[in-house]
């Protein structure tokens, strides 16, 4: 079993921690909606379970919501770690509403949309770059999958870190770019270590002391925490 899945989060934390400036958002209380004498032809404006979207007048603002659009805008390494159902993914997407409409670029790589059975871990890093590019509107200006042959036979964490610093830190020279990872716990169920992949977010801060493109590039972690 790879070292990932072995000891958990702590794994994972100490990859970031303590190189990163990284911020520990609180605990989300949990909010509950119920939808009451709803019916087809009636939209209850309440929700019962999934993410909120933006506009949803039933979505309770919480000292979460503050922290870590703040702490994004700030440039921070932000992870958001609870049991599931407790109001994360609605937390994002609200948070992504307002970077965007602060003029940030904002994506979400969703692990779990990448696949966890029978994926090799090439496989895997072409799907985040994959991903990536879609996420943040780019599928016009670059074909990831001849980019992605073209880098050659270096390592796929090695591809995915051209890919963040040639092509969106490039495609986007004077903004601020936020890539939010989100069910991050699902990492731990593959059959292969990715500590590459986050030794590489670890990087990309490091980075800013010498290239300040990196500067521009902020990441934030959320998922289930397996502790």
């Known amino acids: 079993m790879p070292s990932t899945s072995q000891s958990g989060w702590g794994a994972i934390a100490s990859l970031l921690e303590p190189s990163l400036n990284s911020q520990l958002i ?3 209380t949990v909010v509950t909606s119920f939808a009451l004498e709803s019916s087809p032809l009636r939209k ?3 929700q019962v379970g999934g993410s909120l979207g933006s506009d949803m007048g039933c979505y309770v603002a919480r000292q979460a919501d503050t922290d870590l659009y703040q702490a994004l805008k700030a440039g921070q390494f932000c992870y958001v770690l609870n049991c599931r159902q407790m109001g994360k993914s609605s937390l994002l997407v609200r948070t992504i509403t307002r970077l965007q409409a602060a003029g940030d670029h904002c994506a979400i790589l969703d692990v779990t949309s990448i696949g ?5 871990l090439t496989q895997w890093y072409r799907g985040a770059v994959a ?5 943040f509107g780019i599928l016009d200006r670059i074909n990831y999958k001849t980019w992605w042959q073209d880098q050659g036979d270096i390592p796929a964490v090695q591809k995915l870190g051209r890919f963040l610093r040639d092509v969106l830190l490039t495609a986007f020279p004077d903004d601020a770019l936020v890539i939010c990872i989100d069910e991050i716990d699902s990492i731990l169920s593959l059959d292969f270590s990715l500590d590459d992949f986050f030794a590489l977010i670890r990087f990309c801060y490091n980075q800013r002391a010498v290239d300040p493109a990196y500067g521009r590039l902020t990441f934030a972690i959320l998922g289930r925490n397996p502790g």
């Open 26 to 28: 609180p605990e989300i």
């Open 44 to 46: 209850s404006p309440y």
């Open 116 to 120: 966890q059975q029978q994926v090799t």
């Open 131 to 135: 991903d990536l590019t879609r996420s």
